[in-house]
């Protein structure tokens, strides 16, 4: 295992830390326990958001603490949910009187232990909305999930719910729009390498040399199949045909179209497949509105790639385009 | 060799013309020669910036065309100089009469014809400085370089020298604080990993499974000293101390602190580097102002960082902290 890590049980700790270093404009760490809040939270009024998750995924999710966005971000360990202390520190240290809205990506792990925050933050008198993502349209139960994985669409309910909420929407609007945002997203992903997990120290999985894993899940989970090396404009096909048909997704449609590394897929890639994915897009007749393009939700360094479809309408587009201050995500202010 | 790819002789080509589409509202593309312009070139009497290279080290230098920053980006093949003609339609194309500064960073093949198509440039009227980027400590003299390497203080280069073409700064004056960054930056980088060249199809170098390659650059260039396996802290000291022996940098002193990812390198492991690095330079009496982490200037999907320092002085920081508003770089506006 080659990384650039200290004591692989540290990786977490010792990277908030730094990362809270480098963002303390935005941010601001707590490390027993491990939390990342926003420098000027809590907001008296504002509703609060709370995401988090396994580590291994960033910039998702403390990438996107800051205004208009979320108010804290609780990093497990790698690949492993946080437990419910952390989650209650961040819900209390965001809490503004507003509320605060759990955003969950649909693991068994995240799920009960956010559940349990909110209870135990209940019973102090703070209330909790959760609204869990479940975007991937891969595969349906998996080995951490019951029901279909909250994947990239997580990024865009975060951006669009943590604009509803800076403008003053109450817990129940940004709930329910979180709700509308993920219900209108669709996502798919493959890889093309395993990553190495750092206190694993070896591969999550194996791909051959000539293998491509279709549907593969953020933590090297497995997909729909396996196939060989093929061409880029049909991976992109390959990712893009479930995906409009789910929904579905058709002519007349705005959408926005978002194109995620996983981390270790340069950039030249993302774009030629952007250009693919945005080709069938216009022949079906499905106007791309907005884009996204990076790696904005992680696998650690696994090569592969994932695309995610959000069907748009006017309040989310002006939410998409309002102000964003975040490490990761940043226009407008 | 897996890519997300269809031909390896088209890679640019439809990565650039995708990075057209996704950033609209930025740029412009141009196939024939393939460059990138700022969608409102030219901007009447203001001096354009064009910078440009081998493919590969996305989002340098694409990635950077847009309000505040460069006003053209030429992309020549992965790992390979463009010809002068893309250099030269580039300079014509953001020409707004006050004159053009070509950012080069120092490679054979990139000096060479740069000089040329500003000869070129100048048969039409077209007054062209260039400033030639040299920050890389680690060798003088290499495989495709007379001196020292140009790497990730290009990004600082660009990004200030921009604000100030951008504030109405003359072409001497925007090309004379162009060199003052060069000369105050430095860097140093590693690599844990080799890349795959698409059109070579094979590792640009091999380094076993328990080596890193220190002071490395972004094309696979041997560096310093190949070491075992070492500490994330270890590591960043062996980057830092070349570096701050080199300006020198001292007490007192200020210092924008940029940990660059190569590409493959998870986030997590460069925020832990960013950790180490502004310990030693707190523990030295040096200020860290500014930051940037994550993968700005790349060697496709590499697995490795480089870490630069900029020694900042009033003017720089107020350059740095201006409005931009390009691909990879967004803030304040």
New interface residues.
């Given amino acids: 295992m ?6 692989p049980k540290r ?2 700790e ?6 809270g ?3 303390a404009d935005l941010v601001r760490v707590e490390l027993e326990p491990v939390h990342v809040v926003r420098a000027d939270a809590p907001i008296a009024g504002k509703v609060g958001l709370v995401s988090g998750g396994g ?2 995924h ?2 998702l999710h403390a ?1 996107y603490v800051g205004f208009g966005m979320l108010d804290a971000a609780v990093p497990g360990a ?1 690949f492993t949910s946080p437990t419910p202390d952390p989650i209650l520190a961040a819900t209390k240290a965001v809490d503004g009187g507003a509320g605060v809205l759990h955003i969950v990506k649909n693991y068994t792990g995240d799920v009960l232990n956010f559940e349990t925050a909110a209870e135990l933050a209940a019973m102090d008198g703070i209330t909790v909305r959760a609204v869990v993502t479940d975007d991937d349209v891969a595969v349906k139960d998996s080995l951490y999930t019951a029901g279909r994985r909250g994947v990239a669409g997580t990024v865009l309910v975060e951006k669009i719910a943590g604009a509803a909420a800076e403008r003053g929407d109450s817990l129940d609007e940004v709930a329910d729009l979180a709700e509308r945002v993920n219900a209108n997203a669709r996502s798919m992903g493959l890889a ?2 395993a990553c190495v997990v750092p206190h694993a120290g070896e591969p999550s999985f194996d791909l051959a ?1 000539d293998e ?1 894993e279709i549907g593969i899940g953020i933590h090297g989970e497995p997909g729909r199949e396996r196939v060989g ?1 093929e ?3 049909r ?1 992109v096909d390959r990712l893009l045909e479930p995906i409009l048909e789910d929904l579905p997704f058709g002519e007349g449609d705005r959408v926005l ?1 978002f ?1 995620n590394g996983m ?14 994915a ?1 080709e069938v897009l216009r022949e079906r007749g499905i106007s ?1 509105e907005r ?1 996204l ?1 990076g ?1 904005y939700i ?1 696998a ?2 696994m ?1 592969g ?1 994932s695309i995610t479809l959000l069907k748009l309408d006017d309040e989310m587009i002006e939410l998409w385009d309002a102000p964003v ?1 975040t ?1 990761a995500l ?4």
């Fill in positions: 080659k990384k650039i890590i200290n004591d990786v977490v010792e990277s908030v830390a730094g990362f270093r480098a963002h580590s291994g960033e910039p990438g790698v093309l390498t040399e491509i090396l061409p880029a404009d991976l179209l194109v981390g270790g897929t340069p950039q030249v890639e993302l774009y030629l497949a952007y250009r693919r945005d791309v884009s393009v790696n992680t650690l360094e090569q790639m201050q490490a940043r226009w407008g202010r």
